[in-house]
């Protein structure tokens, strides 16, 4: 039965759940319930919140949870920078990314115990993604992500890191270099490429499950195309020789003069099956 305690100062819990909040779309205290309502001693997990500078979401934040959460603040919007500083900030063996529009089932945690015990060889997993849909829009948008992030979960070979509900050790995540937060958005396939590389395995935890808030909305996912582009463009213009680096090539549509593509859907993804199987990376399914 779960036990109402937060882990004390001084204590190191199992879990730190990391819950950035620049993008909750409005669901943040669903996804704030769900977590504080799940089936395993409280005790085990910290919650931590990277909170943006919204003055009125700070306040409300603070009255809701007094002092069951960590707190961090940031001047960023950005998720990724968000994640990168909760990610700072833990104190769990494990670190659970996801996001303030995922509201998470009660056995979620209770089930990623028992994948850790059952799997010595998994580094990480990610958990599996079931979308809300509220619009036509939404409905499409999720349409279009879930086959990538299904392929990307079962087959494609090492983009296997979905940050709606991604589990990992925290100290493969530090070795692997963390999130780039000067990348935005593509820092998570570096992030994949990197464990893959370093022969770190990341499987695949269907049975415990997030619902997934799709927006439904052109403007945010333009926002997401260009911060990826941005961030992919910015990586490989480097002297790259890091691990995974020659996981992460030039897309074959940048090559071709005169032709732009894949600018409706996650970057690269069309370009990443021409060179080998379907994939999703970490934020595949906004």
């Not at 480097?238 to 030039?250: C, F, K, M, N, T």
Request: glycine share 6%; net charge negative.
């Amino acid at each position: 039965m779960q036990n109402a305690r937060a882990p004390c100062i001084g204590e190191s819990p199992l879990f730190s759940i990391i819950i950035p909040l620049d993008d909750h779309r409005g669901q943040w205290r669903q996804s704030w319930l769900g977590w504080t309502s799940q089936s395993v001693d409280r005790s085990l997990y910290e919650i931590i919140l990277a909170v943006p500078p919204d003055a009125q979401l700070r306040a409300d934040i603070e009255a809701l949870v007094g002092d069951d959460a960590h707190l961090e603040y940031s001047e960023s919007n950005h998720d990724i920078e968000l994640s990168a500083l909760g990610a700072a900030k833990a104190r769990g063996s494990y670190l659970f990314f996801t996001e303030s529009h995922c509201r998470p089932e009660p056995d979620v945690l209770e089930l990623c115990l028992r994948a850790i015990e059952d799997h010595a060889d998994w580094s990480g997993f990610s958990c599996r993604s079931i979308p809300v849909c509220h619009n036509a829009l939404s409905e499409a948008e999720a349409a279009m992500y879930q086959s990538d992030i299904e392929f990307g979960m079962k087959v494609h070979p090492w983009l296997k890191v979905l940050d709606q509900c991604f589990v990992t050790r925290r100290d493969v995540y530090e070795e692997c270099g963390g999130l780039r937060t000067d990348l935005g958005h593509f820092s998570e396939w570096v992030l994949a490429a990197s464990y893959y590389a370093r022969g770190h395995v990341i499987g695949y935890l269907d049975g415990a499950c997030v619902h997934h808030y799709y927006v439904g909305r052109l403007d945010e996912l333009e926002t997401f195309t260009l911060d990826f582009v941005q961030g992919q463009i910015r990586y490989l213009s480097e002297a790259r020789d890091d691990p995974g680096s020659e996981l992460l090539e030039i897309p074959l549509d940048w090559s071709k003069q005169g032709r732009v593509r894949c600018l409706a859907r996650p970057p690269c993804i069309e370009s990443t099956r021409a060179r080998q199987p379907r994939g999703a990376g970490l934020e595949a399914a906004r």
